[in-house]
């Protein structure tokens, strides 16, 4: 196999021989000043860099070169996303699952653990709870199985989704995280309106890979690898991609990664929507000490940082996998979205009792409600953002990319974070956090460069205070 980041095989644009020769190159280059620096100078040009040139900057050990790294992703993530940290929450629709995934409790041969498939009911019950703490951007999560969640229930699920508004709440975008599936059920995802596809690789080495998943339909590497290509080709142009760290050498899947993000950009003109870095965490019958690979929070920083210099203009997601301090620190060097106050069982948002975390995927490690998440984010400076507004006005895709590309979304995240987190104070924030929102808007405000713009929002902003919702640039 050759490797070939325009071919729609995985094994060819994933391919194992470059991964191992662009593990070789940074290992031999990682005391290269001459080089790294050039390396360093080409990311300061904020155009990105290749999967090669990334993983030199992964292995360097020189801790001054790491420490211009550091700065120059907190810097690309300055100038790319401003102090806007997006929110969203993972919503559990049903455990049900078919597949044999040794790291995930779901699998098939967990007979102790709770089954549970969430009816339009209950859908509707969480969807309420969700609202009610002021979210506005879902990601649902779903086993695979085809009996109990066919493709028909997971657009049965958005439909109720999108169709709740109680009180002033609403949910604005629904991505989708669920296995691995065909063009035809891709189209009818994007036919139902869905944000962004998610799917994590777990690990791009197949060996290893086919080992992870014993059985089941996702044992097939080829096909759960090429279903970004099949999701693009039934129109879903927005995509996330993540690798579970702690499953095989990290050094493997960061380039692995990268060369992913390479190949939608090369066969599809339209590099990955997101990027997630979950780490792999305890629940059920999983104990993540039996897992060989893990990464320690230095490890980990270093990724994120890396990622962010190599693909400037795709987000990078955090999860509450991850505990607060880790979570501070990641959020300097690239992260732009965040989940909070989240939920891994079926069901636990509207049923907040211990039976209800039974059927938890993993361990939380971040436990704080969304009202002091948004406080913490605040403290420090960050804007904490529900904004939806671009896949609502048809931004996805190149047309998203062209605009964050050329740093023109910088005109349209600002004043939405603002006119969002107004309406977030306004009817769910408790009184300390709105007293600490309501000066930030005001500051922040008085930012926005187009003075035009600026008026709009200042003006959209009393809007919201005399009760109307939903406003986006
Ligand atoms: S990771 Fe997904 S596919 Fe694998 S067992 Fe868990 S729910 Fe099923
Ligand atoms: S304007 Fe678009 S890119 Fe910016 S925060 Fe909103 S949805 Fe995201």
Same mark, same amino acid.
């Given at each position: 196999?050759?490797?070939?980041?325009?071919?729609?095989?995985?094994?060819?644009?994933?391919?194992?021989?470059?991964?191992?020769?662009s593990?070789?190159?940074? *290992?031999?280059?990682?005391?290269?000043?001459?080089? =790294?620096?050039?390396?360093?100078?080409?990311?300061?040009l904020?155009?990105?860099?290749?999967?090669?040139?990334?993983?030199?900057?992964?292995?360097?050990?020189?801790?001054? #070169?790491?420490?211009?790294?550091?700065?120059?992703?907190?810097?690309?993530?300055?100038?790319?996303?401003?102090?806007?940290?997006?929110?969203?929450?993972?919503?559990?629709?049903?455990?049900?699952?078919v597949?044999?995934?040794?790291?995930?409790?779901?699998?098939?041969?967990?007979?102790?653990?709770?089954? $549970?498939?969430?009816s339009?009911?209950?859908?509707?019950?969480?969807?309420?709870?969700?609202?009610? @703490?002021?979210? $506005?951007?879902?990601?649902?999560?779903?086993?695979?199985?085809?009996?109990?969640?066919?493709?028909e229930?997971?657009l049965?699920?958005? $439909?109720?989704?999108?169709?709740?508004?109680?009180?002033?709440?609403?949910?604005?975008?629904v991505?989708?995280?669920?296995a691995?599936?065909?063009?035809?059920?891709?189209?009818?995802?994007?036919d139902?309106g869905?944000?962004?596809?998610?799917?994590?690789?777990?690990?791009?080495?197949?060996?290893s890979?086919?080992?992870?998943?014993?059985?089941?339909?996702?044992?097939?590497?080829?096909?759960?690898?090429?279903a970004?290509?099949?999701?693009?080709?039934?129109? =879903?142009?927005?995509?996330?991609?993540?690798?579970?760290?702690?499953?095989?050498?990290?050094?493997?899947?960061?380039?692995?990664?990268?060369?992913?993000a390479?190949?939608?950009?090369?066969?599809?003109?339209?590099?990955?929507?997101?990027?997630?870095?979950? &780490?792999? &965490?305890?629940?059920?019958?999983?104990?993540?000490?039996?897992?060989?690979?893990?990464?320690?929070?230095?490890? /980990?920083?270093?990724?994120?940082?890396?990622?962010?210099?190599?693909?400037?203009?795709?987000?990078?997601?955090?999860?509450?996998? *991850?505990?607060?301090?880790?979570?501070?620190?990641?959020?300097?060097?690239?992260?732009?979205?965040?989940?909070?106050?989240s939920?891994?069982?079926?069901?636990?948002?509207?049923?907040?009792?211990?039976?209800?975390?039974?059927?938890?995927?993993?361990d939380?490690?971040?436990? &704080?409600?969304?009202? *002091?998440?948004?406080?913490?984010?605040?403290?420090?400076?960050?804007?904490?953002? /529900?904004?939806?507004?671009?896949?609502?006005?048809?931004?996805?895709?190149d047309?998203?990319?062209?605009?964050?590309?050329?740093?023109?979304?910088?005109?349209?995240?600002?004043?939405?974070?603002? @006119?969002?987190?107004?309406?977030?104070?306004?009817?769910?924030?408790?009184?300390?956090?709105?007293a600490?929102?309501?000066?930030?808007?005001?500051?922040?405000i008085?930012?926005?460069?187009?003075? #035009?713009?600026?008026?709009?929002?200042?003006?959209?902003?009393?809007?919201?205070?005399n009760?109307?919702?939903?406003?986006?640039?």
């Open positions: 196999m050759l490797y070939d980041p325009k071919s729609h095989k995985a094994e060819e644009f994933i391919n194992h021989e470059e991964v191992l020769a593990l070789d190159y940074a *290992e031999k280059n990682k005391h290269n000043v001459e080089l =790294i620096d050039q390396i360093i100078a080409k990311a300061k904020r155009k990105g860099l290749s999967h090669r040139e990334a993983a030199v900057l992964l292995d360097c050990d020189i801790e001054e #070169k790491n420490q211009e790294i550091y700065a120059l992703a907190e810097q690309i993530k300055k100038d790319f996303y401003g102090n806007r940290i997006v929110f969203f929450a993972p919503l559990y629709l049903s455990n049900y699952c597949n044999g995934c040794v790291y995930c409790p779901y699998h098939l041969k967990n007979k102790h653990i709770p089954r $549970k498939k969430l339009q009911d209950e859908i509707r019950r969480e969807v309420i709870a969700l609202q009610d @703490m002021g979210h $506005k951007r879902l990601a649902i999560e779903c086993g695979e199985h085809p009996v109990e969640n066919p493709i229930y997971i049965e699920s958005i $439909k109720t989704i999108y169709s709740i508004k109680h009180k002033n709440g609403a949910i604005r975008r991505n989708v995280n669920i691995a599936t065909t063009v035809e059920n891709y189209r009818k995802l994007k139902a869905i944000g962004t596809y998610i799917l994590f690789q777990e690990t791009y080495h197949k060996e890979y086919e080992i992870l998943h014993p059985s089941g339909p996702k044992h097939d590497y080829c096909y759960h690898t090429e970004m290509d099949r999701a693009m080709e039934g129109g =879903i142009d927005d995509v996330g991609l993540g690798v579970l760290f702690g499953l095989e050498r990290y050094r493997y899947e960061f380039s692995a990664l990268l060369m992913h390479e190949h939608l950009e090369a066969a599809f003109g339209v590099g990955p929507h997101t990027i997630s870095v979950p &780490r792999i &965490r305890a629940a059920d019958d999983i104990d993540p000490s039996t897992f060989k690979n893990g990464i320690d929070d230095d490890q /980990f920083a270093k990724i994120v940082a890396c990622i962010r210099v190599a693909v400037p203009y795709t987000g990078m997601i955090v999860s509450t996998r *991850e505990s607060q301090k880790t979570r501070e620190r990641v959020l300097h060097l690239g992260i732009s979205q965040i989940s909070g106050a939920k891994t069982s079926v069901g636990g948002y509207a049923d907040n009792t211990p039976e209800a975390e039974e059927s938890a995927q993993f939380v490690n971040d436990r &704080r409600t969304l009202d *002091e998440v948004a406080r913490w984010l605040m403290e420090m400076g960050y804007i904490p953002s /529900f904004c939806t507004a671009c896949y609502r006005e048809g931004r996805t895709g047309r998203f990319m062209a605009l964050c590309k050329s740093q023109q979304i910088l005109n349209c995240c600002h004043p939405n974070a603002l @006119m969002t987190l107004k309406e977030y104070l306004m009817d769910y924030a408790t009184p300390e956090t709105r600490i929102g309501e000066k930030l808007i005001a500051q922040e008085e930012k926005v460069p187009s003075e #035009k713009i600026r008026e709009i929002a200042k003006r959209h902003l009393q809007e919201i205070e009760g109307q919702r939903d406003f986006r640039f």
